[in-house]
């Protein structure tokens, strides 16, 4: 019987300590990013309607392949995504 107690108590304190090392990985994880990282600093001008654009260069398979577009001052000027942090 005392080996049988023995081993639940061992079992309970496996399992107390990966919870304790799953507490500390999270909050390490959550310290690790800036403060506002996915916050807006400029406020973005939205284009809608007449001012966005599809210029098709070719098509691939049937499926046209081409660029973004907007309109600003009446002239057609590419896009750019941003790229990934």
């Not at 399992?15 to 800036?34: D, E, K, T, Y």
């Not at 001008?45 to 973004?68: A, K, Y």
């Amino acid at each position: 019987m005392a080996v049988l107690l023995t081993r639940h108590w061992r079992l309970a304190i496996l399992w107390a300590l990966s919870l304790v090392a799953v507490s500390v990985i999270s909050a390490q994880a959550q310290r690790g990013r800036p403060p506002g990282l996915g916050l807006l600093t400029v406020q973005p001008t939205l284009l809608f309607g007449n001012d966005v654009g599809f210029r098709i260069e070719r098509s691939q398979d049937g499926v046209p392949v081409g660029r973004v577009v907007v309109r600003i001052d009446g002239r057609w000027v590419d896009t750019l995504a941003p790229e990934s942090r």
